[in-house]
């Protein structure tokens, strides 16, 4: 669990420079205003006060007044140990509910300034206890209390503030996420996805867009659980915010869980521009060696190697792309005469062709024999996935779309990916 810094940093109200606090005027036995010091931007994370706005004031009794300038002096100078020590010896006289605010703030410039969470928890506790936070400020103190809450195991606390979060905002969305994040804690991955998927349906009522970080918790959450509905969670995310990275770790999880589509995953890894370990190199060269598609074997081993990618076994690498090298010159030179044979034959022999012309990057020959293998009667989801891939590369996108959407069974998702991937494409 991640505590909201931004807002943390947004509720700081002390300064960089040491305040100046007023002092009783005349004899009054009346507290004097204290003008609230300017707020110091941090990270450009603290949004400019409005023009015009009025700065806050405090009541502040005169012994508040001592005893609390020399903490505020030493956050202002950023000196966390001396305001720690002057914090302690101002609380004794602290009684009003803004002297108490203040003592929230400073600690919690303290704990943030110090990165102690402990101390930034218990600043949260007192500026809600102390009965001077703004309105304005409670959203962003109750969600701060219940993240310290859940991060501490403290699921009575996080509900409480999560009751109160309601009560501030009934028609938030989020709302369902704070629920989702208390069954989290409790160990019941099915209610967080159920949560968040409320969630995504009142953005989607409400037509405001669906932040990726819920599609990327949910995928996480489901991960975590081993959900069978996994792949399709991050195929979700990784059409909300599409990266390389998010290609790599969708699809290397897919391949892991089907083992017998691991040619064709690792195939739209290669295209997604997502090979990005020796893994993955090792892993598309056995498959396509597998099937004797020299020529991908070659151009894989190739790449890796080039990149330095292929580093523990860069000796075998170098090895398996020697023997590679004179398998795709003498496989070259029979091609023609083999896809003769491969149309006059069987499904298994137009299927192995059309694997060999894909491996040369002969996408428009290798479709003409995956789609003989189809009619021919091999597996159709084996099939046209392949078909699909050689069509995708070849540049024929609408045929491509065709047969991914053609495709059954257990490579109906790796389909789904590949159509995500030419939806990304241009033309």
Do not use: C
């Not at 903490?71 to 101002?90: E, H, I, K, P, R």
């Not at 064709?264 to 993955?280: C, H, V």
């Amino acid at each position: 669990m991640t505590t909201t810094k931004a807002a943390l940093t947004v509720m700081l109200m002390i300064g960089g420079a040491t305040p100046a606090l007023a002092q009783y005027g005349g004899g009054s036995s009346a507290p004097q205003p204290i003008q609230e010091p300017t707020p110091r931007r941090e990270a450009a994370q603290q949004p400019a006060a409005p023009s015009g706005q009025p700065q806050r004031q405090y009541h502040l009794s005169r012994p508040e007044q001592v005893a609390l300038q020399p903490a505020l002096a030493a956050v202002g100078a950023s000196d966390w140990a001396t305001a720690t020590t002057a914090l302690a010896a101002a609380e004794p006289q602290v009684r009003g509910n803004d002297a108490k605010y203040l003592v929230g703030q400073i600690r919690l410039r303290i704990g943030i300034g110090t990165n102690n969470r402990a101390m930034q928890s218990q600043a949260v506790d007192e500026l809600l206890a102390s009965g001077a936070a703004l309105p304005t400020e409670l959203r962003a103190l109750y969600e701060n209390q219940m993240e310290f809450a859940m991060a501490a195991g403290d699921t009575a606390k996080a509900q409480r503030a999560m009751a109160e979060l309601d009560r501030i905002s009934p028609n938030d969305p989020n709302r369902y996420i704070r629920l989702a994040q208390i069954r989290v804690s409790a160990n019941d991955p099915a209610g967080a996805i159920g949560l968040y998927q409320q969630a995504i349906q009142a953005q989607q009522r409400a037509n405001q867009p669906i932040p990726a970080d819920w599609r990327r918790q949910i995928a996480s959450i489901a991960y975590r659980a081993h959900s069978p509905d996994t792949v399709r969670y991050m195929r979700e995310w990784l059409a909300a915010a599409p990266s390389p990275a998010a290609w790599h770790d969708t699809i290397a999880l897919y391949a892991e869980a089907n083992a017998p589509l691991k040619l064709d995953s690792y195939r739209l890894m290669r295209a997604a521009g997502a090979m990005t370990s020796e893994r993955d190199f090792m892993e598309l060269y056995q498959a396509a060696n597998a099937v004797r598609a020299f020529g991908e074997v070659q151009a894989v081993l190739q790449d890796g190697l080039q990149r330095n990618l292929i580093t523990q076994n860069a000796s075998y690498a170098r090895e398996s792309l020697a023997l590679a090298t004179r398998r795709a010159t003498d496989d070259r030179s029979s091609l023609a005469e083999s896809r003769r044979s491969a149309l006059a034959g069987t499904a298994a022999a137009a299927l192995g062709m059309g694997d060999a012309y894909y491996g040369y990057g002969q996408y428009a020959e290798a479709a003409e024999l995956y789609r003989a293998a189809l009619q021919k009667g091999t597996d159709a989801g084996t099939g046209n996935l392949r078909l699909g891939a050689a069509l995708a590369l070849g540049g024929q996108r609408a045929p491509a779309e065709a047969a991914f959407r053609a495709v059954t069974g257990p490579g109906a998702e790796l389909a789904q990916l590949w159509l995500l991937w030419l939806s990304t494409r241009a033309g």
